[in-house]
């Protein structure tokens, strides 16, 4: 019983301490055709990337370190469906298919450029947030774009330690 206790403690512990340590400011365009998204990550993390995949060290991403970038640092976030989740309202889908990835380097902020394909629902959500808390996606209602006659709305959650926000898209 007392050994329970103090895992309980432990794993409580570790939720009350956990905080993100990756922001990261999200632009949404919903297009007629697709949505775009735009991620500018924080100064730090932006730093510590463009250190490990800039290899010719000359402040910008050349083609072949873009493409190395998205294999080796993008792609590996689908487990966790690049910390964008879909839903009809009442079911939660995950993302698995993205297009058109582009990579840059601007006012030192790394910029990931990427698409995915509009779901066929009149009606639907995109959620983001990480569920381990790790990364920090800022939305705000200046980043985000819809155009006619598509009609979209953020809401979302912003504390100190969890953020997790929502885009509600109407056709």
């Known amino acids: 019983m007392f050994t329970r ?10 939720f009350l301490v956990a905080h993100p340590h990756i922001f990261i400011d999200t632009q949404v ?56 989740h879909m839903s009809d309202g009442k079911d939660e889908f995950d993302l698995k298919r993205i297009i058109e990835f582009t990579a840059s380097f601007e006012n030192k ?25 790790y990364v920090a996606l800022i939305l705000k209602n200046e980043w985000l774009t819809c155009k006619e006659p598509v009609k979209c709305k953020i809401e979302g959650y912003d504390a100190d330690f969890y953020y997790a926000y929502k885009v509600m898209v109407q056709e």
């Open 29 to 84: 365009q919903v297009l007629p055709e697709k949505i775009i998204i735009i991620w500018s990550f924080d100064e730090m993390t932006s730093a510590m990337l463009m250190d490990d995949y800039d290899k010719n060290k000359n402040k910008k991403l050349d083609p072949d370190e873009v493409a190395f970038m998205e294999k080796d640092h993008f792609r590996t976030l689908e487990p966790y469906s690049y910390f964008i």
């Open 109 to 133: 902020k790394l910029i990931y450029t990427f698409a995915i394909p509009k779901p066929k629902l009149k009606k639907y959500e995109l959620r983001f947030y990480d569920a381990e808390m």
């Open 5 to 14: 206790f103090i895992f309980f403690i432990c794993c409580l512990n570790t």
